[in-house]
C-alpha cells in the first residue's frame, strides 16, 4: 500500500518543500528541484494527471499559505475544526489552477513534448488564478527567485515569465533518463541562469534625485484596532513617533493608521495637516472614509501638509482630491460576497469594516510635497497590471501601506514584502512600504531592501530614496513576451506532433 501512495506523497512533499524556497526562507534553489520532482510524479501517473496537479497545488499552497489559518482562527470567530475546514477549503480552490495546467498539458501530448507545451498551460492556470473569484496571485513562482540570477528577466518579462522559466528548467529535468537528456536540462539551466546574471548588469532607468523619506509603525495590536477607547492612545502612538521625523521630506503612516473615521477625525486631522506644512513637508497617512448621505466607505490614503513645496497654506480639507482609495478589495476582509447569507454565520464574515466600495482602477498620483506616488493599498500590491497602470512618466515613487498584524508571527508578512520587492524590480520605482507592524522597508528599484524596521516593534524610520526616470521593458510590453515564448515553444510541440503522425 506505501508503494502505491508514495507517489502521491511526493507530491504533496514537493509542493509543500516550495514554501522553503520564497521569503522569509529564500532558499531558491529548491524551486526546479521541487517541480521537477513533482512533474515526474505527475507522468507516473499518467491516468489522473488532474488529480496529481492537484494534491501538488495542494502541498504548496497548504503549506504555503498556513499564515491564512491565523487571521481565521484568532480573529474569524470560529471553533478550530471550523478554520481548518476553510483553510483546506481554499487551498483546494486554489490547486485546482496547477491541476488544470497539468490536465491540458497531459490530454494532448506526449511527456517528451511537455517541456514545450506545460509552461503554455501553467501561464494560463496563473493568468486564470490572478482575477478568478476578485484574483489571488500569491506565491506565484517568480516570486521565489527574487535573490537568483533568475531577477534579470523581471524587467524584461516580469514575474509571470521568471515563473515560465522555471517551468520549462523543471519539466526538462524531470524528463531525465541517460546523460544525454541530463546534459540538455543542464546546458538550459546554465543557459537561463547566465542570461539572467548577465540582465541584472544592465540598468533599465536613470536614477535622479534624492528625497528623505520617514515612516511611522506604531505597532497596534489587531484586537485593538477598532476599539472606540483605543482611538486616542493609537492617534497618540503616531504622533509621538513623528516628532523626530518632521525634517523628512515626505512622512508616510500605514493603512488606517488613524482609527476614526474621515468626517470623525478631522480635529485630529486638522492638527497633523498644519504642523506638517509648518515643517515644510507633507505626510500620508490610511484612513477610512465615509459618506453619511450615500452610506457609503472606503480604504483610503490621503495627503496633509504641503501638495508642493511652494504652497502657501496647507491644502487638505476633507473628500479633496489628492487622495487614493483602494481598488482591489480584499475578500471577506473588505468585501463579503453574498453578504446577506454570510455575515449571519459567522464572526469572520462580519468583522470590521468589511463593507467598502471600490476606488477606481486608475488614479491621479498622490502628490505630496511636490513628490508624485503611485499608491497601492494592502495586497494590491500582487497585482501588477493595476500598479502599472498607476505609474505614470512622471511617478517618482510606489507607495505601499498594509496591516499585517493578522497574520501574527507567521511567514505571511515576509512573503508580502517580496511581492512589492518584485514590484520595484519589475518597473524600475523604487518602492516605500510602511506597515503597522511590520514590515516596513525602504526598496530601492533594483527590488534590494535598503532600510528595514524590526517586526513587532513601535518605531520609526528615515532614509533618501533614489527616484528614478524611464520605463522598463517589462512596463511596456507587460506579459506579451512571456506569452510570445509560451506560444512559440507550443506551435513547435504541435508541428512536432503532427510531424510524428504523419511518419506513422
Known amino acids: 500500500m506505501l508503494k502505491r501512495f508514495f507517489p502521491h506523497l511526493l507530491l504533496i512533499l514537493s ?97 517528451l513534448l511537455w517541456p514545450m507545451v506545460l509552461p503554455f498551460f501553467w501561464v494560463v492556470a496563473e493568468w486564470l488564478r490572478s482575477w478568478m473569484l476578485s484574483g489571488f496571485p500569491w506565491l506565484s513562482l517568480g516570486y521565489s527567485q527574487l535573490e537568483s540570477p533568475l531577477s534579470g528577466f523581471a524587467p524584461v518579462i516580469g514575474e509571470t515569465g521568471i ?70 492612545p493609537t492617534m497618540d502612538t503616531y504622533w509621538k513617533l513623528t516628532e523626530s521625523l518632521w525634517d523628512n521630506d515626505l512622512i508616510i503612516w500605514p493603512e488606517a493608521a488613524v482609527p476614526k473615521l474621515e468626517p470623525l477625525a478631522q480635529p485630529y486631522l486638522a492638527k497633523v495637516n498644519e504642523r506638517a506644512f509648518t515643517e515644510n513637508t507633507a505626510l500620508i497617512t490610511g484612513i477610512v472614509n465615509y459618506n453619511w448621505e450615500t452610506d457609503e466607505a472606503w480604504n483610503n490614503l490621503i495627503v496633509l501638509g504641503k501638495r508642493t513645496p511652494d504652497a502657501t497654506s496647507p491644502e487638505y480639507q476633507y473628500f479633496h482630491s489628492n487622495r487614493f482609495s483602494k481598488h482591489h478589495l480584499l475578500p471577506v476582509g473588505e468585501f463579503v460576497p453574498f453578504e ?125 530614496v533614489v527616484v528614478t526616470r524611464g520605463f522598463t521593458p517589462y512596463y511596456h510590453l507587460q506579459e506579451l513576451g512571456v506569452w510570445l515564448l509560451t506560444l512559440f515553444l507550443l506551435a513547435s510541440a504541435i508541428t512536432l506532433k503532427r510531424a510524428d503522425i504523419n511518419r506513422n
Open 15 to 111: 509542493g509543500a518543500s516550495l514554501t522553503l524556497a520564497f521569503a522569509p526562507f529564500n532558499m531558491w534553489l529548491l524551486t526546479i528541484p521541487a517541480l521537477a520532482l513533482a512533474i515526474r510524479q505527475v507522468i507516473k501517473l499518467k491516468h489522473r494527471p488532474f488529480f496529481a496537479g492537484w494534491l501538488f497545488g495542494a502541498g504548496w499552497f497548504g503549506a504555503g499559505i498556513s499564515w491564512v489559518h491565523v487571521s481565521i482562527a484568532d480573529f474569524g470567530g470560529l471553533p478550530l475544526i471550523g478554520s481548518i475546514a476553510l483553510m483546506a477549503l481554499l487551498c483546494s480552490y486554489l490547486a485546482l489552477y496547477p491541476a488544470l495546467a497539468t490536465k491540458l498539458t497531459a490530454k494532448f501530448f506526449s511527456p
Open 340 to 464: 446577506d447569507w454570510l455575515r449571519p454565520l459567522a464572526p469572520l464574515f462580519d468583522l470590521p469594516m468589511s463593507s467598502f466600495s471600490r476606488g477606481d482602477y486608475q488614479q491621479a498620483n498622490l502628490e505630496a510635497n511636490g513628490i508624485h506616488l503611485a499608491p497601492a493599498i494592502c495586497f494590491e500590491i500582487a497585482f501588477p497590471h493595476q500598479v502599472m497602470a498607476n505609474v505614470f512618466e512622471d511617478t517618482d515613487m510606489i507607495i505601499t501601506v498594509s496591516n499585517d498584524a493578522w497574520f501574527g508571527h507567521s511567514h505571511g508578512p515576509a512573503q508580502h514584502l517580496q511581492i512589492a520587492q518584485m514590484r520595484a524590480l519589475e518597473l524600475g520605482r523604487p518602492v516605500v512600504r510602511a506597515t503597522n507592524n511590520g514590515i516596513t522597508a525602504f526598496i530601492d528599484h533594483k527590488g534590494e531592501v535598503t532600510t528595514r524596521l524590526p517586526q513587532f516593534t513601535a518605531g520609526n524610520i528615515s532614509a533618501p
Open 163 to 232: 515563473s515560465a522559466l522555471i517551468v520549462i528548467s523543471a519539466t526538462l529535468f524531470a524528463l531525465i533518463h541517460n546523460r544525454r537528456t541530463f546534459a540538455n536540462a543542464l546546458l538550459v539551466a546554465l543557459c537561463l541562469f547566465t542570461s539572467g546574471y548577465l540582465l541584472k548588469q544592465h540598468t533599465w532607468v536613470t536614477p535622479e534625485k534624492t528625497y528623505s523619506v520617514g515612516m511611522a509603525q506604531g505597532n497596534i495590536a489587531q484586537s485593538l484596532r477598532w476599539v472606540p477607547e483605543q482611538d486616542g
